[in-house]
């Protein structure tokens, strides 16, 4: 059974950084491409960071140069770290697999960025 566990969310005030984690099993993690969602109230779930099973990195325009998204097979984790956060990055962040056919999301990881 595929499960994704998401963390690291908090309140952080603007400029500064978080690191989110998910946790991975139920699937040969090595394989496959894993990606970070975000969705802000009121708004549809947007893609921020794509990792491929070989470390290639993908980002939206709005995180480039602020987001790094990572992975560490050997732990089946995934990592975003984030810096020089600002206010529009607040959402709630969600890992994300495309497996066998289906979408797979964790619960999600709430990120507030406020003065």
């Known amino acids: 059974q595929v499960q994704l566990v998401e963390s690291g969310g908090a309140l952080v005030q603007p400029g500064g950084s978080l690191r989110l984690s998910c946790g991975a099993s139920?699937?040969?993690?090595?394989?496959?491409?894993l990606s970070w969602y975000h969705q802000a109230p009121g708004k549809e779930r947007e893609s921020v960071a794509r990792i491929s099973s070989r470390g290639s990195t993908s980002y939206a325009d709005s995180v480039k140069g602020r987001f790094t998204i990572s992975r560490e097979n050997s732990k089946n984790m995934v990592y975003l770290q984030m810096n020089n956060l600002k206010p529009e990055d607040t959402a709630h962040y969600f890992c994300?697999?495309?497996?066998?056919?289906?979408?797979?999301w964790g619960q999600g990881t709430q990120v507030t960025v406020s003065s």
């Open positions: 994300h697999l495309r497996y066998e056919g289906n979408d797979y």
């Open positions: 139920g699937f040969a993690f090595s394989d496959y491409p």
